[in-house]
Nanobody
Framework: QVRLVESGGGLAQAGDSQRLSCEFSGRIASKHVVGWFRQAPGKEREFVAAIMLSEGNRSYADSVKGRFTISRDNAKKTVFLQIDNLKPEDTAVYYC?????????????????WGQGTQVTVSS
């Protein structure tokens, strides 16, 4: 059984930093890609960042480049999303997802496993 559990969200002020964690367990191995997505109220779920667990190759949405950093600690079976200089428009539920993918795709398609999400709320 595959399980993904996000943590690290909460209330923040604009300009703050937060680090989200995604702990995975079960049949997720080095050939998997782990991605972060977010969904703001009334909006579609959108891609944020992804990382290959094996090589560590990374991909980001253009809207978050320079402020978001994705990383992984395979020994701890955890993927992190560091968010710097938080903005009110970063307010959303952040989900991590995993898929057996050969490339860093930026759509929900291909990610077979999803966590429950963690809320990030940024006030101005």
């Amino acid at each position: 059984q595959v399980r993904l559990v996000e943590s690290g969200g909460g209330l923040a002020q604009a300009g703050d930093s937060q680090r989200l964690s995604c702990e995975f367990s079960g049949r997720i191995a080095s050939k998997h890609v782990v991605g972060w997505f977010r969904q703001a109220p009334g909006k579609e779920r959108e891609f944020v960042a992804a990382i290959m667990l094996s090589e560590g190759n990374r991909s980001y949405a253009d809207s978050v480049k320079g402020r978001f950093t994705i990383s992984r600690d395979n020994a701890k079976k955890t993927v992190f999303l560091q968010i710097d200089n938080l903005k009110p428009e970063d307010t959303a539920v952040y989900y991590c997802a995993a898929g057996l993918l050969s490339s860093l795709i930026k759509t929900k398609r291909g990610y077979d496993y999803w966590g429950q999400g963690t809320q990030v709320t940024v006030s101005s």
